[in-house]
């Protein structure tokens, strides 16, 4: 087979990406497309604000798509600083009033979680990296894919650019079926998913990903996830797996940014762990999403273990099954495995009746976080 289409590299910490992001928009000749979850112009963020500007007024088209939740601490200063400079700022799900209230409470539940930047249509970085200060420190996972075989990525910041009401006819160009390049002979190889609830083709994409990954593993499955809430089919599929001899390896951080996650996902440790699943911690806060299958195909992507993430949330991702990509993330992942302590190793304090409380209001609410 001839080389592939496109080349790539992986960032495991949030620093590495974010310099990584930075010179990329610096590098921008013609566009910069991105949609985030959070971006704040705080300490990380500022840079990335005089970024953009400085892009925009030398007449390249940018173009902002930024969730209402996510960002919600988004100053009004830096907001007026884009849109002067010509950066088109739009917002996914804004929080307006709404006659309706539950039209409000839809909008409200329904986040844009996907953390896309493409620069001149032809270079992607997608994954979990967020821009905030309070994640400059954390282990993540990021890739940069360069390339035509990136295209497909256009149609979806289209997309959510309109739900963000902006004009159509500003990323009309971005839905032309000529843009959505396809290399036959690489189409196996590797795919960008968006996922969204708002289509009924994609509704189940992540979910159906992550259950066929542990139904049709004959070796191995490896997961990472900073937060992690199972139903049980998952569950399930995790018992069965075992029962074919398959090993599933968890990866979590010990400590989730969130306390509410925390104590949402320790009430599934157990249930996880009797199931058959190998459960590992890092010490420090782990941001990545990802999963790899049998050392043969791997995924990297924007989305939680959790019911928001596979029912609910705008997200992205790649799957691939190139020899040398899964290569290289299985060796990410297998070092953090080493760095991580083992369930088994592990002694879970007894909870407290507030902790208790905690993780049974969580488990009320386990569809919505």
Request: with cysteine.
């Amino acid at each position: 087979m001839s080389n592939p289409p496109f080349t790539y590299k992986f960032y495991t910490t949030t620093a590495q990406a974010w310099d990584a992001m930075y010179q990329a928009i610096l590098g921008a000749q013609k566009s910069i497309f991105w949609e985030i979850y959070i971006l704040l112009d705080d300490t990380a963020g500022t840079r990335f604000v005089e970024a953009l500007c400085a892009k925009a007024k030398v007449g390249l088209e940018v173009k902002l798509v930024l969730d209402a939740v996510g960002s919600l601490s988004f100053t009004a200063q830096s907001q007026k600083k884009l849109k002067e400079a010509g950066v088109d700022l739009v917002w996914f799900n804004a929080l307006g009033l709404a006659w309706n209230p539950i039209t409000w409470l839809n909008r409200l539940w329904r986040r844009n979680h996907r953390k896309v930047l493409i620069i001149d249509e032809g270079l992607a970085f997608l994954g979990g990296v967020n821009v905030e200060a309070e994640a400059a420190n954390w282990s993540d996972l990021y890739i940069k894919i360069t390339g035509k075989v990136v295209r497909p990525l256009l149609r979806g910041f289209a997309k959510s650019y309109i739900h963000a009401l902006g004009p159509r006819k500003n990323v009309r160009r971005l839905l032309h079926p000529k843009l959505m390049v396809e290399f036959k002979e690489w189409r196996a190889k590797i795919k960008f998913i968006t996922h969204s609830p708002v289509y009924a083709s994609h509704r189940f994409l992540l979910k159906n990903l992550y259950y066929r990954a542990l139904e049709l593993a004959k070796e191995s499955v490896t997961l990472v996830s900073p937060y992690y809430v199972p139903d049980k089919k998952f569950l399930r599929l995790i018992a069965e797996a075992k029962a074919r001899g398959v090993k599933v390896k968890i990866i979590l951080p010990w400590r989730p940014y969130h306390w509410f996650m925390e104590h949402l996902a320790q009430s599934f440790y157990n249930l996880t762990y009797r199931a058959g699943a190998e459960l590992y911690f890092v010490k420090k806060m782990m941001h990545g999403k990802a999963l790899s299958m049998d050392d043969k195909t791997g995924f990297v992507g924007s989305s939680n273990l959790t019911p928001r993430s596979f029912n609910l949330n705008e997200e992205s991702g790649v799957f691939f099954s190139e020899e040398k990509m899964v290569k290289e993330l299985n060796g990410i992942l297998d070092d953090w495995q080493k760095e991580a302590v083992p369930f088994g190793d592990v002694s879970l304090k007894k909870q407290s009746w507030f902790g208790r409380l905690i993780s049974w209001l969580a488990n009320k609410l386990r569809d919505y976080v």
